[in-house]
């Protein structure tokens, strides 16, 4: 990992499909705890997404005398102005929920495999008590579903499992994840979509892209042409991935450009 963090995970990814069922079970023991600690550690990096807010008084924040004026008036004389009565201005994290989708419709090995692993513990460590993970070919499996708690480890390693094939129904997949986050009370509703939004299966992609509260594309370098292109046509915010251990400083930079 101090060597190579990418070469490794993409290593450690690809002896989670080992034939020897030893090897297998150690492979996805390790790789589950690298995973979540790479994420982990990227986000506690990571300012959190939050808005400027009025709130009753506090140790942080500035003090908002336009919403503290009637703490100063209406005596006539002099007075203890007691905390209460104050109002502060101060940062609140705004709630979010997450809905990621993983395109398994081409290469499942090292790298891509890594960098899909490591999207679902990045989710799972800024969201973990809202967030849904799908994979997608030619059908959606849900790997977590919104409202149904699930261990993050074993939300990576049901990502680990995947191996590429078939074709890619990128409208089915936007479908579920609208399904998914409709069953979330958050104010925010983000769909994360890892993929070259290469579809080819019937379905109208752009309707169903329109149809979600806010859309994030993260393409793969070298081959983000078409995803760059739906994500002009539909107003999705996109970002391109080169190596697996860029994937939390991706989706926090994408969360966070509102």
């Known amino acids: 990992m101090a060597d190579d963090a990418d070469e490794t995970l993409a290593l450690v990814a690809d002896l989670t499909a080992a034939t020897d069922p030893k090897l297998r079970a150690l492979a996805k ?4 705890r690298l995973m979540l600690d790479v994420a982990a550690r990227a986000t ?6 939050g808005r400027l807010v009025t709130d009753k008084y506090r140790d942080s924040g500035d003090i908002d005398i336009e919403a503290s004026i009637e703490a100063f008036e209406g005596t006539g004389r002099l007075r203890r102005v007691k905390p209460e009565e104050l109002r502060v201005r101060t940062w609140a994290k705004r709630d979010t929920a997450l809905c990621l989708l993983v395109d398994r419709s081409g290469s499942m090995g090292g790298k891509p495999l890594a960098t899909s692993a490591l999207a679902a513990a990045a989710v799972a460590s800024r969201e973990p008590n809202d967030y849904s ?6 059908d959606v499996v849900v790997a977590k579903s919104q409202d149904a708690p699930r261990a993050s480890g074993d939300v990576v390693n049901a990502v680990l499992t995947l191996r590429g094939f078939g074709t890619t129904n990128v409208a089915a997949a936007l479908q579920t994840a609208q399904d998914q986050l409709h069953r979330s009370r958050a104010s925010r509703k983000v769909t994360v979509l ?8 019937p379905g109208d992609v752009e309707a169903m892209a329109l149809g979600l509260d806010e859309l994030c594309i993260i393409a793969p370098a070298g081959d983000d042409e078409e995803a760059r ?9 996109l970002a391109v991935v080169n190596e697996p251990t860029e994937i939390p400083a991706l989706l926090a930079q994408l969360l966070e450009t509102t």
């Open 229 to 237: 292109a739906f994500a002009d046509r539909v107003g999705a915010r």
């Open 133 to 138: 993970v799908l994979a997608f070919g030619r």
């Open 29 to 32: 023991q390790l790789a589950g």
């Open 194 to 201: 890892l993929s070259d939004c290469r579809a080819n299966e």
């Open 44 to 49: 506690r990096k990571t300012p959190g997404i």
